[in-house]
């Protein structure tokens, strides 16, 4: 989606793309804040980055975390498969507008807008070679209000959480950050650009159908089982049924999920020759 509208808009669409992203960040630091406060959980660093993650577990992450408390975290990642998958597509640039806009906009967002993110290096940058996250949340930059919902220490009445909360996990949990990402950007490409907007969008999500067919071919080449909706379902994010999916009912509105079907489930579909789900 990116790549299209950056090649049919270059600045306009490139402006498009860091809106859809921050929104996506901003929607994700809201969820989980509400999450929190639905738990009675502080609304903090150490919070934000261990209560409940959003983002599934991933062990080929290489990281070393140097100082993770409610004011802060300060961390180094050695490896990330997402700057790898960026590099592989000769898509850094993609990779480099998701790192400037997201990180700020989700932190920032979920601490009220008093995150402080610097993003010192970042994998996406040909000259660094790892990324440098410091996120700070200090007390004293809270109006009064605040300090009680983000910090135990001003809280003497506060009893802890009221339940635990788990974390995403697999597909479910990677399907729900693809729809935001999905829905956000292409609100954002309309918002800005028009219809035109949207039909890059629609654009990229052909291609990504096609990309979608060779994984899958290659995955059950590897598996040594036969390519069917069945499979589709065991190895791809997605559901095969999208109207098995609950999220289209808030984030495919305004021809959002009819976008989806049309341009990416109907090319992939027939791309691997299955009948789509009817069930």
Not at 65 to 86: F, G, H, K
Not at 121 to 148: G, H, I, S
Not at 200 to 205: D, E, F, K, P
């Amino acid at each position: 989606m990116g790549q299209a509208l950056l090649e049919q808009f270059c600045l306009e669409g490139e402006r498009a793309l860091r809106e859809g992203t921050r929104r996506f960040g901003r929607d994700r630091g809201e969820t989980l804040r509400k999450k929190h406060l639905g738990a009675n959980v502080k609304v903090n660093m150490l919070s934000l980055f261990t209560v409940g993650p959003d983002l599934p577990p991933d062990p080929r992450y290489k990281k070393e975390r140097i100082s993770l408390n409610p004011q802060e975290r300060v961390s180094r990642t050695d490896y990330c498969p997402m700057a790898d998958l960026w590099k592989e597509y000769g898509a850094q640039d993609i990779g480099r507008i998701y790192c400037e806009e997201f990180h700020s906009a989700c932190y920032g967002h979920y601490a009220y807008g008093y995150t402080k993110v610097n993003l010192a290096k970042t994998l996406t940058q040909p000259e660094d070679q790892w990324c440098a996250f410091n996120v700070f949340l200090r007390p004293e930059n809270l109006p009064e209000e605040l300090k009680p919902v983000c910090f135990a220490e001003y809280d003497p009445d506060y009893s802890g959480p009221a339940r635990e909360l788990p974390g995403a996990y697999g597909k479910s949990g990677f399907a729900t950050l693809f729809l935001k990402l999905y829905a956000h950007i292409a609100a954002a490409a309309l918002d800005q650009l028009g219809e035109p907007g949207m039909q890059a969008v629609c654009q990229g999500l052909e291609r990504m159908a096609q990309d979608g067919a060779q994984r899958l071919r290659k995955a059950a080449q590897e598996q040594h089982e036969p390519l069917t909706l069945e499979f589709f379902a065991r190895n791809y994010p997605l559901e095969a049924d999208p109207d098995r999916e609950p999220m289209w009912e808030e984030y495919g509105t305004n021809g959002r999920k009819e976008a989806m079907v049309r341009h990416f489930y109907g090319p992939l579909f027939q791309e691997l020759g299955l009948v789509p789900c009817t069930c």
